[in-house]
Antibody, heavy 123, light 107 residues
Framework: QLVESGGGLVQPGGSLRLSCRGS????????MTWVRQAPGKGLEWVAN????????NYVDSVKGRFSISRDSAQSSMVLQMNSLRGEDTAIYFC??????????????????WGKGTTVIVSS | DIQMTQSPSSLSASVGDRVTLTCRAS??????LNWYQQKPGEAPKLLMY???RLQTGVPSRFTASGSGTEFSLTISSLQLEDFATYYC??????????FGQGTRVEI
């Protein structure tokens, strides 16, 4: 199971730190990811991180402002969000990334999701 | 970047109907395509992965197919609990993943 925390109301230009905590074994073996959903809008992938934290990727709109990290010993993942903008207002979901290998290629999919935490950026 | 386009944006159907949703990628993604179902106020739920593989616990009335740039999700006999929004997602490269804009299935 995954549980997000850290959402809230923040002024434009401010910072917020989201956390995602996993229960059960095997957290450290998985890629993890953040996905957000603005009010009334669709899903948007935000960032991902590999199993040991050595690779992080971001959607262009958050590059240089957001940072994803993980603490496998604590079975947790963090999204540090700086220089927040109104368009960052959304529900932020964390998800576990499962994968399988076929003919030399890896296929990734998000099989376990948290319930989300709400971020509102407004003055 | 790879763009994902779903059609239609919404559709109206009745219980028992067979419905097919379409997802198109702007370039070939082989079979790196997943489908999710989301109901209002809930987190997304994985339905299908690898273009055609049924996630454990998902009813067999859901099937999916496709490769390259054209994909589809079919619900063979729509049930009340299937009224929701459906998203496709490409995960070809770990550097960037993309969702389609969603298809809302309404009564």
């Amino acid at each position: 199971q995954l549980v997000e925390s850290g959402g809230g109301l923040v002024q434009p230009g401010g910072s917020l730190r989201l956390s995602c905590r996993g229960s059960g074994s095997g957290f450290r073996n998985y890629w993890m990811t953040w996905v957000r959903q603005a009010p009334g809008k669709g899903l948007e992938w935000v960032a991902n991180i590999n199993h040991d934290g050595t690779e992080q990727n971001y959607v262009d709109s958050v590059k240089g402002r957001f940072s994803i990290s993980r603490d496998s010993a604590q079975s947790s993942m963090v999204l540090q969000m700086n220089s927040l903008r109104g368009e960052d207002t959304a529900i932020y979901f964390c998800a576990r990334v499962e994968w399988f290998r076929l003919l030399g290629s890896h296929y990734y999919y998000m099989d376990v999701w948290g319930k989300g935490t709400t971020v509102i950026v407004s003055s | 970047d790879i763009q994902m386009t779903q059609s239609p944006s919404s559709l109206s159907a009745s219980v028992g109907d067979r419905v097919t949703l379409t997802c198109r990628a702007s370039q070939s993604i082989m079979t790196s395509l997943n489908w999710y179902q989301q109901k209002p106020g809930e987190a997304p739920k994985l339905l299908m992965y690898g273009a055609s593989r049924l996630q454990t616990g998902v009813p067999s009335r859901f099937t999916a197919s496709g490769s390259g740039t054209e994909f589809s999700l079919t619900i063979s006999s729509l049930q009340l609990e299937d009224f929701a929004t459906y998203y496709c997602q490409q995960t070809l490269f770990t550097s960037t993943w993309t969702f389609g804009q969603g298809t809302r299935v309404e009564i």
